[in-house]
Structures are given as C-alpha cells and as structure tokens.
C-alpha cells in the first residue's frame, strides 16, 4: 500500500510560520498535483490547497503550499489560534488508479 | 452547486446490513463524481472510491473492493455507501465530498458532506 508520508504533530507561537511535510513517490506526488484539507475539532475536513499550490476563496493567503519532486509542503504564517486543526495531504496515485491521504499532522498552537 | 446532507448516525450489530446516504442539495449532481471517506476514531483519513452519477462509473480503493458498495440515484440527486455484512472494525465517520476532477492526477474533494457516524457492535 502506498502511503504519504507526514510529521504527526507540528507547533508554533501565535504569529510564528509552521510547515509541514509531505513526502511520497513517483506515482502519487511525484506524477500528480497535490491538495491539503483542514480538519478543526469535531468538524469535517474541508479544502485548504489545492493543484499544489492554489487557495480556495474563503482560505486566508497565510496558508500556502508547494511541490519539489516527490514531495509537497503546506506552509502557515502568522499562526493564529484557529489554525489549532489536524491537516492531511492528498495525490492521486498511478498505481492505485485512486486517491492517497497522508498520515495527517496535528498542528497546536502554543 | 449545492451542499451534500448526509444520513444519520447508525448503530448496527455485527453481520447486519447498511445503506447510508449522501443528497446534493443542488441541480448539478450528475456531472460531477462523489466520492466517500473513512475515518476511524482517532485516525486519519482513507479514500473509500468514487462514482460518477450521470453513468454510475465507479472506482473503488483496493483496500475497499469486495467490501463496501457505492451506488446513486440521480434522480434524487443521492448517492450511496452500503455494507452486506458488518464488522466491528467498519465503526467510524463516513464523509462524502464532491469530487472535482480536472483530469485524472489533477483532482480533489470540495464541498464535504458533514459525515455519518457508523458504530457497529455487538
């Protein structure tokens, strides 16, 4: 089974920039765009980035997110206290003709 | 486009039978594929599969093939996962999201359902 690779937990200080990793293959990142979803406390996950790097209306610009290679990474700057939520990549996968999620990191603000 | 509503939360035992739903509030429902997501509690998420209402094309997750089954009415705008047989390791929140595809590899899930709890024990 292929899988994306994620840190389990992230932090930061109010207004500080935290980044998170995502790390797959050839088949999945590496050959397709990538999306991230937020998921807040008891809530369902809905649409942060996605194709890489491309925000939805509604998602403030503090969220960002890129693409190298194999490997994708969602940026926050200027963490606020609602960003407390736990955040998901997500690529399609060649080889599985069917969408990969990451391991999902929970992101807490100090 | 519409919101997707899904179904109530269930509590089945193990070997019962379960069909959930997924409406879409809007008119649109036919041109665009849905999907369904698990999430165990406490866990991450796991694409289950999708189908495209306007010919009931579906592609399932290998993980899921043989195990669940999703289906949709179009003509009430409704999809549908459903179980033949349950297990206990099937409890968990079940989201349906619209599947926005681009070109294959170029894909994502906007707007999600707000999920259906499955709890299946004995």
């Known amino acids: 089974q292929s899988v994306l690779t994620q840190p389990p937990s992230a932090s930061g200080t109010p207004g500080q920039r935290v980044t998170i990793s995502c790390s797959g293959s050839?088949?999945?990142?590496?050959?397709?765009?990538v999306n991230w979803y937020q998921q807040l406390p008891g809530s369902a996950p809905q649409l942060l980035i996605y194709s890489n790097d491309q925000r939805p209306s509604g998602v403030p610009d503090r969220f960002s997110g890129s693409k190298s290679g194999t490997s994708a990474s969602l940026a926050i700057s200027g963490l606020q206290s609602e960003d407390e939520a736990d955040y998901y990549c997500?690529?399609?996968?060649?080889?599985?003709?069917?969408?990969?999620f990451g391991t999902g990191t929970k992101v807490t603000v100090l | 486009e519409g919101q997707l509503v899904q179904s109530g939360a269930e509590v089945k035992k193990p070997g019962e039978s379960l069909k959930i739903s997924c409406k879409d509030s809007g008119d649109s429902f036919s041109n665009y594929w849905i999907g369904w997501v698990r999430q165990r509690p406490g866990k991450g998420l796991e694409w289950i599969g999708i189908i495209f209402p306007h010919d009931s094309e579906v592609k399932y997750s290998p993980s899921f093939q043989g195990r669940v089954t999703i289906s949709a009415d179009k003509s009430i705008s409704t999809a549908y996962l459903q179980w033949s047989s349950l297990k206990a390791s099937d409890t968990a929140m079940y989201y349906c999201?619209?599947?926005?595809?681009?070109?294959?590899?170029?894909?994502?899930?906007?707007?999600w359902g707000q999920g259906t709890l499955v709890t299946v024990s004995s």
């Open positions: 999201a619209r599947f926005r595809l681009i070109y294959w590899g170029v894909n994502w899930f906007d707007p």
């Open positions: 050839t088949s999945n990142i590496g050959s397709n765009s």
């Open positions: 997500a690529a399609w996968d060649d080889s599985l003709n069917g969408d990969l």
